[in-house]
């Protein structure tokens, strides 16, 4: 059984997985990095701080954020 991971919990504890960030990512470090589980979960942190806190989320929670994103239900965020 693969291991279940805490949100908030040590980015550091999140070994064998491969943290990846969008091409649009700026130079000065304000990214977003994602990464699978072998939970099949998504691992999110701040690339500025990639030994801390990692939020985790099910593939459901994920795809609606995406989903909603896509459908610009989050651009009033950046007014």
């Given at each position: ?49 990639p ?18 994103a ?10």
């Amino acid at each position: 059984m693969a291991e279940r991971f805490a949100n908030g919990a040590s980015a550091d504890l999140l070994t064998d997985v491969s943290w990846r960030k969008s091409k649009r990512s700026g130079a000065l470090g304000n990214c977003v990095e994602v990464a699978t589980l072998p939970t099949g979960e998504i691992a999110v942190r701040n690339s500025r701080f990639p030994h801390g806190p990692a939020l985790v989320y099910t593939r459901d929670e994920m795809a609606a954020f995406l989903a909603g994103a896509k459908d610009g239900e989050f651009d009033d965020v950046l007014r």
